[in-house]
């Protein structure tokens, strides 16, 4: 199988040209994809509704996931009860059913990521603390934005999409699906580069960090043993991906952890930016990981039913716990 290409703007700070980037395929017209087509024309009136009208909507759609996607449900259950101990089932119960609403509004976002200009999302972001982003890049360092998956994720690439961004993705299966998404987070007017995840060039990386670029990285799954190290994350232990500290140590960047977030009270989604993380990368890999899972602590308790509960975040346990899904 030939390797996924990258989504790359326009202009882009490693000038790679449109023929060598993701592309609009006449494939895509096919009958397997027919449906999809649907959905996307679907997707154009969701995306004219009413912001108000949207939000409902799509919380309703959370509403209808909760009750029918039991497998998701089960796997949120279990990652919430791990993390908060001391919370009763009623309250597991509350923030699951909320968090299945946020990921339904998500789900009829993805509609105005599609359809929207980027001038136009700007508008719809906001970027708290931006100060520490700024001063990082006039200083000519690079920074890594080091994010978890909120139920709002791609609000945070928009809000920075008009810095020189790179950042990674995971391949759909469907892939006009993965086309539509892959370009609606890396629009012609942006200035940035998306690479596959399981082709994404750490050595081209190394070399843009050095320079006052942004890396912005998803780091919080758990995907594998290799290059993890186990580490207090909220009342339990989880695999924590060291990769940040590696590309740290080459490079000496900023690294800043940051969430995206609704806010319900504003109508904007709010990219918090949290003070850069300091006496990182240490001598001892434990207390880096433990570094590492506090920033995502700190992030995730802005708004906890918005992080990404359905997600096998202890996909690895340590010898003698139990597998929780």
């Known amino acids: 199988m030939s390797k996924d290409k990258p989504f790359c703007s326009i202009n882009n ?14 494939d895509y017209l096919y009958p397997r994809y027919w449906l999809t087509w649907i959905v996307l024309i679907l997707s154009f009136f969701i995306n004219i509704m009413p912001d108000s009208f949207r939000i409902l909507f799509g919380s309703k759609v959370g509403d209808l996931l909760y009750r029918t996607n039991a497998k998701r449900r089960r796997i949120a259950k279990s990652n919430l009860s791990l993390c908060f101990k001391n919370k009763s089932e009623k309250e597991i119960n509350v923030i699951t059913r909320e968090y299945f609403r946020n990921l339904g509004r998500s789900f009829l976002d993805m509609s105005i990521l599609w359809w929207r200009s980027s001038d136009s999302l700007r508008k719809s972001c906001h970027i708290e603390n931006i100060n520490l982003l700024q001063n990082s890049l006039d200083k000519g360092k690079g920074v890594i934005l080091l994010a978890v998956h909120s139920t709002s994720l791609d609000f945070g690439g928009r809000s920075i999409s008009n810095y020189p961004v790179i950042s990674m993705y995971k391949p759909f299966r469907n892939k006009f699906i993965n086309w539509l998404i892959g370009r609606s987070r890396c629009k012609n007017d942006d200035n940035a580069v998306i690479f596959s995840r399981d082709n994404f060039p750490f050595k081209t990386l190394v070399k843009i960090l050095k320079k006052p670029n942004i890396f912005y990285y998803i780091g919080d799954e758990d995907l594998s043993l290799r290059e993890s190290e186990f580490a207090n994350f909220f009342d339990d232990r989880k ?3 060291l990769t940040i500290r590696k590309i740290a140590q080459l490079t000496d960047c900023t690294i800043i952890p940051c969430i995206n977030i609704y806010d319900k009270t504003t109508g904007k989604y709010v990219t918090y930016l949290d003070e850069p993380v300091t006496d990182f990368p240490s001598d001892s890999p434990s207390k880096d990981a433990r570094t590492i899972n506090l920033c995502f602590e700190r992030s995730i308790s802005r708004k906890v039913d918005q992080y990404m509960w359905s997600l096998r975040i202890f996909q690895n346990r340590e010898k003698g716990k139990n597998y929780p899904y």
């Open 239 to 241: 695999a924590t991906l």
């Open 13 to 26: 700070m490693l000038d790679i040209k449109s023929s060598e980037a993701e592309r609009f395929t006449t």
